[in-house]
């Protein structure tokens, strides 16, 4: 099992910015790709950025050039700065994650609880 626990989620004014962490933890061989979901009220939940064990990253159109993605394999981290935040950032932010408890398992996929962010007009 993988546990996601993430921090970071808070009130900030349009044109601020957020730093969002998610810590894996539990017993597994090894954590794939690593991404952040966002859900707001009465939408459906979308991709916002993913990042694979390599590095490489994609992000949804609405925040490129405003939140990077990145990772620390040896900590099973995975942040997300937010940058010249929008009232249409507004969401619950999920971390996300694709995961395999042996070498020769198939691959799991896990998600944290949520954390909120509330930016302001």
């Known amino acids: 099992q993988v546990q996601l626990v993430e921090s970071g989620g808070g009130l900030v004014q349009a044109g601020g910015s957020l730093r969002l962490s998610c810590a894996a933890s539990?017993?597994?061989?090894?954590?794939?790709?690593m991404a952040w979901y966002r859900q707001a009220p009465g939408k459906q939940r979308e991709l916002v950025a993913v990042?694979?064990?390599?590095?490489?990253?994609n992000y949804v159109d609405s925040v490129k050039g405003r939140f990077t993605i990145s990772r620390e394999n040896a900590e099973n981290t995975v942040n997300l700065q937010m940058n010249s935040l929008k009232p249409e950032d507004t969401a619950v932010y999920y971390c996300?994650?694709?995961?395999?408890?042996?070498?020769?398992?198939?691959?799991?996929?896990?998600w944290g609880q949520g954390t909120q962010v509330t930016v302001s007009s």
């Open positions: 539990g017993s597994f061989f090894s954590i794939n790709d």
């Open positions: 996300n994650a694709d995961a395999k408890m042996r070498p020769w398992s198939v691959t799991f996929n896990y």
């Open positions: 990042i694979t064990s390599g590095g490489s990253t």
